[in-house]
């Protein structure tokens, strides 16, 4: 996806707290830990987990919510998807058909 070939997307919001852990500027999510990120996405422990593996990947771009997707931004979540994959191998979670 280019830079700037979906409008509804921004580079990111302070106003967001998913932007905010991304830049590395939010100050209550300090102990956020990153498992892991690449040039589009980072993927960190849920600072309130409902399960052991319990881990976020958001895109670097502020997206305001799923109504904004649209097909162009499907490679996107693929990569996202892929990247919590990884992230619960790497962490020894290996029953992939109980992650969402």
């Not at 999510?29 to 987990?49: K, M, Y």
């Not at 409902?50 to 976020?56: I, S, T, W």
């Amino acid at each position: 996806m280019e830079p700037d070939q979906c409008s509804t997307v921004n580079y990111s919001d302070n106003n967001c707290v998913f932007c905010r852990i991304v830049k590395g500027t939010d100050a209550e999510g300090a102990d956020t830990e990153i498992l892991c990120q690449d040039e589009e996405c980072v993927c960190f422990r849920d600072i309130d987990p409902a399960a052991p593996h319990h881990y976020l990947v958001v895109p670097r771009r502020h997206i305001e919510d799923v109504t904004q997707l649209s097909s162009e931004h499907a490679p996107l979540v693929v990569r996202m998807a892929n990247m919590g994959l990884t992230a619960l191998q790497a962490n020894h979670f290996n029953d992939l058909n109980d992650s969402r």
